[in-house]
């Protein structure tokens, strides 16, 4: 193995060490969580977070930022239910239409970033507060119930045993990872994110990239805004509200440098399945939901200083 | 021999000069009049002193909030905590105020908690090296998690009169427009006349001048957010006594609604220019937008749409004026 | 007369490089103290050694007789020491007036900002400096860089400095202004300030300096008396040994022409240029730091499209719109800022030197690693890359180490033409040497090279053939024989008719 890739791995045996460590605390504190049922169960619930977490830690190793995606999301949710109850289409055409619809928000991101030169942390802040608002305004405070039962296949059910939503995470997780970590589209990620004027000045299509990235991550929010929908079984314009510090957190927690150059879909995986178990392990001792994402603000925070501290010796 | 005394007239700014200075601040006042211009001939009702009133009075916590916001946003850094850190600070004022402690401590209390909080996040932010929306995305779901964990969200009623401070009334107009009125425009001289608000444009407008000038960057960005959360203080005082009652949750979206405001008050994100001026103005716009869209019989779910587009072209504006100075 | 500053065995590396080795240096009261040396032979960091911006490893500083050592800019300041930086380190969105003073600015008795003290005395200061016409409200990001220059200067009177330390304070300026900054030093020096005087222009050192010093990778070589020197010894203390020994360029016989310009324009940064380039070519491009020739790059190699006229390769007319292009074409581009434009330094030398050709070396978009490291390894051996292997991280090798992977980099590329913009800036003479040998190389295997450079020894040294630019076009064109560094330096800063370079400068930016 490689010294430079050795480095890169430093973290992510940490983060497994301390993934270890948590699970057998939590196993030790209650007896539910170690049990099959449990596990299977927090693999559904982190579905939709885990999705996000894969493009968004392509655009934070760029040294972007994609704030929107939760917006995104709500949108997908609501346009998914009014292409299918409101516009007519058949329920199978309304989910690509939704998801479709996520991608050209994305897009949208990508452009005002790559065209305007606009900076993305504010790019996505401003159509955070675009695509929720027309979130609102499309649904007029309205939800879309009353789905048909197939529907609620990719959310509810079980595939070989395990939840439907598991195996497209486990299955773009590892088509994230290739790409990533193979690719000369992978490549690129990383030289722009170390050096966008290098990567310009070698010739790589640096905007091409971001749009693919930016149009990748709507793309993917509206993906888990359909599995969300069929999950929960109806639609509201407040759905996916903080989804972005949820999984900013997790591919930050992953060992994904908010600076841009470092990171792999490896640390994002052990960074989800750390801030879910932790969330399900404190829902178990007892503490309640919102007791849970202070836990998760503390470590965000803990987790980028430890960082910081460590890697002193960056040339910035 | 000194200069001064060699020196001939200096002329006065002209006019071309201080347009250009103040060049968002006056748009925003043009679409201000525009607007009540606009609104107030299709429904007569919308220039009535109770909506006027009302519209003030709701917003003008948001206006203060976003004077300090302006400020860390000048200063080159975000803070997207400070919803979450008015409704704590709300709570905690409140939650003092039923508890019998005397009416100062429950106003003051509360601006001093801010200005340590936000002090710590400075702290993070300028010597941990942290990038403040880091710091702040952290902040802002320990500060709400907290806050719903420790009341569950319950009401606090019962608050005694005399802590209800955004009732008072002097000659008729309610206290809050008084703050808004008085604190913007201190903090505007403030900014433009003391070595420190000066200090904040330098930071943010280039950070490697100001550490070779031999400003001491670290030590004024944990000020300004200290500061920060004073106006933070309070705004949430304001928040906590307009109403009978304290939900003790955090109000949606309200760290977005201050960052656009600074924003479209025309404080560049990237930092280094904008005024608290502009700042307020674009905060009572967006509260007539949203007035005049019931007003305009149109749904205030679309409220949010507008201001993303405002945001957003704000934004795009920007990026073109910098690209041709 | 006592000295105002006076260093002695002054010595500072940046990791394995040492950038300064025992270095002396003084300054007296009502004196220019020119600083003089090749890029990279340590003249900046003694600026910011001497204006406390990095403190030195070694060696004693003292201030009117008493040893200091800054901890911060502030501190420099306050013993009066006021810089002028080469990169204007001003505010763009605060006045002509606040960047003035800020940080020293006066009060009134409450202790708040007295504008109108500030305005009037930058108003005294500017008219002190035969500047009436800069307007003390407006914004400094509005002005030129000649104007943005008076301003600093006015910032370090301001600050009533005893040593104003100017680095290249001319390089950017049209002739017309660089004299009006000439006059404003010597109304200084009567006054009895020291100053330190950076700069390449040798007719200016012997205009201004009443002292010389040189440094030399680092080295100090020597002070002199202004009057006991000619260019020519200046010369030999800068290079270090005669010119024809340091550029070891080989005749090549000259091929077809493979790229051929056509009144090339972008904007009015880069106009109506034409020339054509032969295999085997070292064409140089002389001109000083503004007069378009980096922008001339940047134009043929699709960073900034050409807003109009042609380009041909081999002939054809060919659309040039991004760096992606450029290389599909073979045009390759070994930029001026090798840390900001040319490598990614937190990466692998082995992930560096593939990074142009990232594509051809991946099967249907899947990295071949074994090729990359294969790759990496050829370069190293190639190139004589002094590494501990293709997985040591770029920003660990030396100036001229770093040079030669950006090299093995574009090499790897297989390109037809080769423009190289300050090939040897900031590298120590022997890995300068190696990369001239390189160049050299790379020439008589039918590569055709052109060169930008802003080191006259060394255009003249390799090219065949100079072209001189200046405020955007080509003013002169030499053949190796004719070219001497009388005639490319007389072109290259000929007084200008009918245009500024200070519009040219304000549309860069």
């Given amino acids: 193995m490689t010294a430079a890739l050795d480095r890169v791995l430093r973290h992510e045996s940490i983060l497994g060490l301390l993934l270890i460590a948590t699970l057998a605390v939590l196993a030790g504190q209650s007896e539910a969580f170690f049990t099959a049922d449990n596990l299977l169960n927090q693999g559904r619930l982190m579905a939709e977070v885990g999705l996000v977490t894969l493009p968004m830690t392509f655009v934070i190793i760029t040294g972007g930022i994609d704030l929107s995606v939760g917006s995104i999301f709500g949108l997908c949710c609501i346009l998914l239910g009014v292409f299918w109850q409101k516009v007519g289409m058949p329920l199978p055409v309304a989910m690509v239409a939704a998801i479709l619809m996520g991608g050209v928000a994305g897009l949208g991101n990508g452009i005002i970033i790559t065209r305007f030169k606009v900076p993305p942390l504010i790019a996505t802040l401003a159509t955070l507060a675009l695509y929720r608002g027309l979130a609102e305004g499309i649904a007029q405070a309205r939800s879309v119930r009353g789905y048909p039962d197939w529907f609620f296949q990719l959310g509810q059910y079980d595939f070989l045993g395990a939840p439907t939503q598991l195996w497209i995470l486990i299955a773009l997780f590892i088509a994230a990872a290739f790409v990533l970590g193979m690719t000369t589209f992978g490549r690129t990620i990383y030289a722009i994110g170390s050096n966008e004027v290098a990567a310009r000045f070698s010739g790589l299509k640096v905007d091409r990239a971001k749009l693919v990235i930016y149009g990748t991550s709507g793309l993917i929010s509206g993906l888990a805004a359909v599995i969300f929908v069929s999950r929960v079984s109806t639609t509201r314009s407040d759905m996916g509200t903080g989804l972005e510090l949820d999984v900013i957190t997790a591919v930050v927690l992953g060992g994904t440098s908010i600076f841009g150059g470092r990171g792999t879909i490896i640390g994002t995986g052990l960074g989800l399945i750390l801030m879910q178990a932790l969330k399900n392990g404190l829902a178990l001792a007892g503490v309640k939901g919102d007791g849970t994402i202070v836990v998760i603000g503390a470590v965000l925070i803990a987790a980028i200083l430890i960082g910081n501290l460590l890697s002193r010796n960056g040339d910035g | ?325 | ?509």
């Fill in chain 2, 1 to 325: 021999m000194t200069l001064q005394a060699l020196a001939r007239p200096v002329p006065a700014r002209s006019w071309r000069v201080v347009a250009e200075s103040y060049g968002q601040e006056l748009v925003i006042l043009g679409a201000l009049i525009v607007l009540f211009v606009g609104v107030g001939l299709y429904n007569p009702r919308f220039l009535s002193s109770t909506n006027l009133t009302s519209v003030f009075v709701g917003n003008a916590f948001i206006a203060i909030a976003a004077i300090g916001m302006s400020m860390v946003i000048i200063s080159g850094n975000i803070d997207v905590s400070v919803g979450s850190l008015i409704g704590v600070l709300g709570t905690i004022a409140g939650t003092l105020a039923v508890n019998g402690y005397p009416i100062i401590v429950c106003w003051l209390v509360p601006i001093l908690i801010g200005v340590v909080i936000n002090a710590v996040v400075g702290v993070l932010v300028a010597y941990a090296r942290i990038p403040s929306i880091v710091v702040t995305l952290g902040m802002l779901s320990i500060l709400k998690g907290g806050l719903i964990s420790a009341t569950g969200g319950a009401w606090i009623s019962n608050l005694p009169p005399e802590f209800m401070l955004a009732q008072f009334r002097l000659f008729g107009l309610p206290s809050s427009i008084y703050f808004m009125v008085i604190l913007t425009v201190a903090a505007a001289l403030w900014m433009r006349y003391s070595t420190f608000g000066r200090t904040i444009y330098a930071i943010g407008g280039n950070p490697e001048a100001a550490r070779v000038t031999g400003i001491r960057i670290e030590r004024s960005v944990v000020a300004v957010f200290a500061i920060h959360g004073m106006f933070a203080g309070i705004a949430a005082i304001l928040f906590a006594t307009q109403l009978q009652v304290i939900q003790s949750t955090v109000p949606p979206n309200l760290e977005l609604t201050v960052i656009t405001a600074s924003v479209v008050g025309g404080v560049s994100i990237l930092g280094g220019t904008g005024t608290v001026i502009g700042s307020t103005l674009a905060a009572i716009l967006f509260a007539a937008i949203g007035s005049s869209l019931v007003f305009l019989n149109v749904s205030a779910y679309w409220l949010r749409a507008v201001q993303g587009l405002m945001i957003l072209a704000t934004v795009l504006a920007d990026m073109a004026r910098r690209r041709r100075i």
């Fill in chain 3, 1 to 509: 007369m006592s000295d105002l500053i006076a260093l002695s065995g002054i010595s500072k590396s940046f990791g394995p490089v040492k950038v300064l080795k025992e270095v002396s240096f003084d300054v007296k009261p009502g004196e220019v103290h020119a600083l003089l040396g090749e890029n990279g032979a340590g003249k900046s960091t003694l600026i910011k050694i001497m204006a406390g911006v990095i403190g030195a490893d070694s060696g004693e500083m003292k201030v009117n007789g008493q040893a200091v050592k800054f901890a911060s800019p502030r501190e420099a300041a306050a013993h009066g020491i006021a810089t002028v930086y080469q990169e204007l380190l001003l505010f763009p969105e605060l006045t002509v007036a606040e960047n003035i003073y800020l940080g020293h600015a006066p009060k009134t008795r409450w202790g708040m900002l007295d504008w109108s003290a500030m305005r009037a005395g930058a108003r005294a200061l500017l008219d002190s400096l035969d500047s009436p016409d800069l307007d003390v409200d407006v914004l400094v990001g509005k002005l030129s860089v000649a104007n943005r220059q008076r301003v600093e200067i006015a910032k370090a009177l301001s600050q009533d400095a005893k040593l104003v330390i100017m680095d290249e304070p001319t390089a950017a300026l049209a002739d017309a202004d660089a004299k009006r900054l000439m006059a404003v030093v010597k109304m200084l020096r009567d006054r009895g300030v020291g100053i330190v005087y950076v700069s390449h222009r040798l007719p200016e050192i012997f205009a201004l300096a009443d002292r010389v010093t040189v440094l030399r990778d680092g080295a100090y070589v020597g002070t002199r008396a202004i009057s006991d020197v000619t260019e020519a010894d200046l010369v030999s203390m800068m290079v270090g040994r005669a010119i024809d020994h340091l550029f070891p360029k080989v005749d090549v016989p000259r091929g077809e022409v493979v790229l051929e310009v056509k009144n090339l324009a972008y904007r009015d940064v880069v106009q109506d240029i034409s020339f054509s380039l032969h295999a085997g070519e070292i064409l140089g491009i002389a001109g000083l730091v503004g007069s378009g020739r980096t922008e001339l790059a940047l134009t043929i190699f699709g960073i900034t499209p050409a807003t109009s006229g042609e380009i041909l390769l081999d002939g054809k007319p060919v659309a040039i719109k991004s760096p992606g292009e450029a290389r599909g074409l073979g045009i390759a581009y070994i930029p001026e800022d090798r840390g900001l434009q040319g490598l990614i330094r937190p990466q692998t030398v082995r992930e560096n030197v593939s990074l142009a050709i990232i594509d051809r070396i991946a099967k249907a978009l899947v990295v071949d690693r074994g090729k990359e490291a294969a790759l990496a390894r050829d370069a190293i051996a190639r190139f004589g890359i002094r590494t501990r292997g293709p997985e040591q991280r770029v920003r660990q090798l030396s100036g001229g180490n770093q040079q030669k992977v950006v090299l093995a980099k574009w090499v790897a590329a297989e390109p037809r033409v080769l423009i190289m913009d300050e090939p040897t800036r900031g590298i120590d003479v022997g890995a300068k040497a190696e990369i001239h040998a390189l160049m050299s190389r790379l020439a008589g295997q039918g590569l055709a090279v052109l060169m930008i450079s802003s080191e006259l020894p060394e255009v003249l040294g390799m090219s065949d053939r100079v072209l001189v630019m200046r405020g955007g076009r080509i003013v002169a064109t030499f053949d190796r024989d004719q070219a001497t560094p009388d005639a490319v330096g007389s072109a290259m800063t000929a007084a200008k008719r009918g245009q500024s370079l200070e519009s040219a400068g304000a549309a860069a930016e």
